[in-house]
């Protein structure tokens, strides 16, 4: 077997070397764009969730509202009772 010259070992040591880099660039390409789609769909999930958030802090305040309207109402009708019953009582004292 004939061994190849330094010439030609040369040229397949940078051919080797030109391989190499080559594979290391496809290689931190697709780390690359993988790192980016991930991100990418970390953000929509993030906005997705706090748009969920949101609409449930929404619902909340609407029904938080609500709660404060009827409580308010029902307060008011007592207070109305308790009115004419103290109504009634001063009468009834100042009566007798």
């Known amino acids: 077997m004939a061994q190849p010259s330094a010439e030609e070992r040369k040229r397949q040591s940078q051919a080797r070397r030109e391989a190499n880099e080559k594979e290391r660039r496809e290689y931190w390409e697709i780390l690359i764009e993988g790192t980016r789609d991930?991100?990418?769909?970390?953000?929509?999930?993030?906005?997705?969730?706090?748009?969920?958030?949101?609409?449930?802090?929404e619902e909340l305040e609407l029904n938080l509202r609500d709660e404060i309207r009827e409580h308010g109402r029902?307060?008011?009708i007592w207070l109305a009772v308790l009115s004419t019953l103290v109504a009634i009582l001063v009468l009834l004292v100042l009566w007798l």
Do not use: C, G
Request: hydrophobic content about 25%.
């Open 74 to 76: 029902t307060t008011r």
């Open 38 to 57: 991930a991100h990418e769909k970390t953000r929509l999930l993030f906005d997705q969730r706090q748009e969920n958030l949101y609409r449930r802090l």
